[in-house]
């Protein structure tokens, strides 16, 4: 059981749905960004948003002190491990659905765009989206996971990390929360787009399952985010100390 800190209002968002994920539902609630605007304390975050900072704490302390069956403590993993976990859960997700979720777009598009013609721009952002990520996925699977393991591995045997290592790991981690970042702001505008993933009343059946992909893809990136800004980048400069 997690236990909630009093100076919860002092500590940063990503802190906080670090400690315990179940808390991220409180901050989509209240539209809270926890992964790439994860820097920012709740304090400030609720100031932002023009929320009661004591009703959010209020609700924070209750999912924190509810025990949970969840095997998933993100923070008691390796960062290999967890690296394994991003790439067999989440860039296998992301793979799999941008070209199902490209698919629906780009029909929704075509039919309802011209009495609709927002859906022509959540097409184009998605499209967009969709480079970045293919782009942004083969960085770390080439570069950034390989080069996380490699300080770890050193550091497990006691060996001294080259400067070099330092050097690149910091400009890797600077470049990807960068692209992290990029990739929210599509999403968010995307999620502007269409007013809250929210079909009119008129939408067809593709139209409804392309704004529920959208709103999936959104909530699996977030936490995909989180679990690379807010713990494995983390860990992994926890391990160059």
């Known amino acids: 059981m997690n236990t909630l800190p009093n100076n919860i209002t002092k500590q940063r968002i990503g802190e906080i749905v670090a ?36 009703k959010v704490a209020k609700e924070l302390s209750l999912v924190m002190t509810t025990p949970t069956t969840s095997g998933e403590n993100y923070n008691d993993w390796s960062p290999s491990f967890l690296i394994d976990y991003i790439e067999n859960t989440h860039h296998t997700f992301v793979r799999r659905k941008i070209e199902e ?28 989206l969709v ?20 300080i770890e591995q050193l550091r497990n045997e006691g060996k001294t990390i ?15 929360e960068k692209e992290h970042d990029g990739a929210g702001n599509l999403m968010k505008k995307i999620r502007d787009f269409s007013n809250d993933y929210t079909p009119p009343v008129d939408a067809c ?30 860990k992994a400069q926890a391990l160059l100390k």
Request: hydrophobic fraction near 35%; glycine fraction near 6%.
């Open 101 to 128: 979720i490209g698919f629906f777009a780009a029909k929704v598009a075509q039919v309802h765009g011209e009495n609709h013609p927002e859906n022509v721009d959540i097409y184009n952002a998605f499209m967009e």
């Open 205 to 234: 059946t593709t139209y409804r399952i392309l704004y529920q992909n959208l709103h999936g893809f959104e909530q699996d990136l977030h936490k995909h985010v989180h679990l690379e800004n807010n713990i494995l980048f983390k």
């Open 19 to 54: 400690q315990n994920y179940h808390t991220a539902g409180i901050f989509q609630k209240y539209g809270i960004d926890f992964c790439c605007g994860g820097g920012i304390t709740l304090a400030k975050a609720c100031e932002k948003k023009g929320e009661d900072v004591r």
């Open 162 to 176: 080259p400067e070099d290592l330092l050097t690149e790991f910091d400009l890797q981690v600077i470049q990807m």
């Open 131 to 150: 480079q970045e990520m293919q782009d942004h996925l083969e960085s770390e699977e080439k570069v950034v996971f390989p080069l996380i393991k490699k």
